[in-house]
């Protein structure tokens, strides 16, 4: 390693007994060379290992990646040429590691104890790429690779004759498949991706390599990964592993290899860092300011900024950081704005300006990314900085004023019961439920049950249960509004949902819509992601200053005229945001509008549940409903509906309020992928 790279000098620390050579190896980027820092084990066993990659990174603290690189013992397969391992090819962990010396014995013998984490995923990427060259026919520029920058003399590297590269089978010498076939080039390495196994065991035995290698799928073995990997887990550094392939873990094992198989493995490292960017350095502010967190922390930070590109930085900054920090002089990039913070302190709230900015970030990210985020912040706020008791509130104060700013002019996120109702395809008096419970009034984070199949007979006692256990997550809202929307196919999208009951089993059960917002969804729209364009289009146009509904009434008469005019003056009007049907989704008329408007991205749609024209008196009710804000709509088709629900039955159903239908379909909610709600 020391021949490959450039420039590299003599170190030592005080207090450390290891001699360490700083260099560059060349990255991605040209002029921006990786900076290194080599170290040798004095003994080759994880205990060492482990031990040595806490004194290195004692020392130099800034370290990002640990690579574990040298030699192996690969496990052979003529039988299989495609996996083949021959000396001196080179063994890339692109799987990780498998711990078989730290095992647990069960019923079909040992199985390692947890799964080896850690694994840098930036040099895995890299890894992929070089694996798909090499499926492709393009190989690693070996003769460049193998060149030591400073001229040392590499003749005692040279690779041994195919004469010394020798498989045994019970004592008997078995060729190696053609190079053709297993894909070994002439006279230079074959690169493998896969596992390594790693543990205090130096294997002699070809029989106990097989059963390993059968067991843990591995390719190679070795005996000082498993110590790195758990040097480096306590401080969020990384790992990787390149093995040069020196014998075959059997008997006959020597030395022959070991001078080639090392600088095969050195050789590999370094076209795989000159494949991948320089690892991030979070300076120092110019004045020299102490950073707020080591440099692991910062840069898992960085790796989630880098993830949330929808997300408007300005907006953030002003949030997190404006009345502290001075502007930043030009747009910059979310991993930029928390650099320039890093060396900041804390107001009188005790909370840096660097959490508060992780924390507007995850507030305003996608559904995963901002649960990472929010983890982060927890994680250094409760083990580093001491003020993991202030999070939580902070938290609440900045879904709080998100809530109140909404989303772009959008209504805020409320807590709600939603519902799928499918019927089942083979039995018609079956159906499959599926509920979501949106436990508070912040971001839109519904959490998921299992589907349930049940029959339409005993569809309102499933809708009770879900409603009593949405009840029992919203015990402590207080006042807080909740609502219950119903996600239907269209072959249900005209029930009379908002009348089904509560309190069954007793004398007197209780409508939803008296308790409850009741609105339904398009099923079929919210799974078909080619639709989703022009429905956020128009969702927002709704809410675009003045928000107001800009209504497209369905036909007077059925039959009077042809849909098409009607649905292309629809398609051609993208300002348009609301439909009230000319007839009920029954009558071919009505459900004509409806799939209409579905498909044109219409977000609400209203309707009278009865067949036939839409009746005079309803349609001014209706036009009185959609001439108010859209934010009260929905509270306004309760009203009626709740009027209606006081009245004797014999009156109730000639009330307007028993009939009315809303189709209120916010696209930001949507339960196939809840990353859109900021």
């Keep these: 390693m020391r021949t490959l790279m450039a420039g590299p000098q003599s170190v030592r620390r005080q207090d450390d007994p290891n001699e360490y050579r700083v260099g560059h190896l060349d990255s991605a980027e040209p002029g921006r ?18 031990a040595t990659c806490t004194d ?15 030699i192996a013992g690969g496990v052979p397969a003529p039988r299989q040429p495609q996996e083949h391992v021959r000396l001196g090819d080179v063994v890339v962990a692109f799987d990780g590691i498998v711990d078989y010396g730290h095992v647990k014995q069960g019923p079909s013998g040992a199985e390692p104890r947890r799964p080896v984490s850690g694994i840098s995923m930036d040099l895995r990427r890299v890894a992929q790429r070089i694996q798909a060259d090499q499926f492709l026919g393009k190989t690693l520029d070996w003769a460049k690779l193998l060149t030591s920058p400073d001229d040392y003399p590499m003749a005692v590297f040279a690779r041994p004759p195919d004469s010394a590269d020798q498989v045994h089978r019970h004592r008997r010498v078995v060729p190696h498949p053609d190079r053709a076939v297993s894909g070994h080039p002439e006279g230079l390495p074959k690169v493998h ?39 480096v887990a306590n401080r969020g550094v990384n790992w990787f592993v390149v093995r040069g392939v020196v014998d075959y873990c059997d008997e006959y094992k020597n030395d022959v290899w070991h001078h080639y198989g090392s600088l095969v ?23 020299g300011a102490r950073k707020l967190l080591p440099d692991p922390e910062m840069d898992r930070l960085r790796e989630y900024l880098d993830q949330a590109g929808g997300v408007d930085g300005t907006a953030v900054w002003q949030a997190a950081a404006a009345n502290m920090v001075a502007p930043l002089p030009e747009p910059a990039t979310l991993a930029e704005m928390a650099v320039s913070l890093a060396g900041q302190n804390a107001g009188p709230d005790r909370i840096p300006p660097l959490v508060a900015f992780a924390e507007h970030v995850a507030a305003r990210a996608p559904h995963r990314l901002g649960g990472q985020l929010r983890a982060w912040t927890d994680r250094v706020a409760r083990q580093i900085l001491h003020i993991g008791e202030l999070i939580p509130d902070y938290r609440r104060a900045v879904e709080r004023s998100l809530e109140s700013q909404g989303a772009d002019g959008r209504p805020p996120i409320r807590p709600c019961l939603l519902i799928q109702i499918e019927r089942d395809g083979i039995e018609s008096g079956s159906c499959q439920v599926r509920y979501w419970i949106q436990r508070q009034a912040s971001r839109w984070d519904p959490e998921p049950t299992d589907p349930q199949q049940t029959t339409f007979r005993e569809l309102e006692k499933v ?34 949902v908002e009348w089904w009951h509560t309190e069954l089993g007793t004398a007197a059960p209780v409508p939803l819509c008296l308790d409850y917002r009741v609105v339904v969804r398009s099923l079929d729209r919210m799974r078909r992601p080619h639709r989703q364009r022009f429905w956020n289009q128009r969702w927002r146009s709704l809410w675009q200053d003045p928000s107001q509904h800009r209504v497209h009434w369905g036909r007077p008469e ?26 009920s989704p029954d009558d071919e008329s009505g459900g004509e509008e409806l799939q209409a408007a579905l498909r044109a991205g219409i977000p609400v749609i209203l309707w009278d549940h009865r067949p036939g024209p839409l009746d005079a008196k309803v349609a001014g009710l209706l036009g009185a409903l959609v001439a108010g804000p859209p934010e009260d709509l929905a509270d306004g088709v309760r009203i009626l509906r709740q009027n209606a629900g006081l009245l004797a039955p014999h009156e109730r159903d000639q009330h307007p309020g028993r009939h009315l239908a809303l189709l209120w379909d916010d696209p930001d909610r949507n339960v196939y992928d809840t990353g859109v709600q900021p």
């Design 265 to 287: 493995a050195a050789g590999g490292v370094r076209g795989i860092l000159a494949q991948c960017a320089p690892f991030p350095v979070w300076r120092l502010e110019p004045d």
């Design 56 to 70: 290195m990174l004692r020392s130099f603290p800034h370290v990002r990646c640990v690579i574990m690189v040298g």
């Design 558 to 583: 059925q039959g009077e005229d042809d849909l098409g005019p009607w649905a292309a003056q629809l398609r051609e009007d993208r300002n348009l945001t609301t439909v009230v049907l000319g007839s």
């Design 193 to 231: 991706f896969g596992a390594v196994g790693s543990a205090d065991v130096l294997l002699k035995s070809a029989d106990l390599r097989d059963e390993l290698a059968a067991r843990h799928r591995v390719l190679a073995f070795e005996m000082e990964t498993a110590g790195v990997a758990a040097g």
């Design 33 to 50: 060379p990786h900076r290194a820092v080599l170290v040798t084990l004095a003994d080759g066993d994880t205990r060492n290992a482990a």
């Design 463 to 496: 809708l009770q249960a879900a409603i009593r256990h949405a009840e029992s997550t919203w015990r402590d809202l207080g006042d807080e509004p909740v609502e219950i929307e119903l996600l239907l196919p269209a072959n249900l999208i005209n029930t009379a």
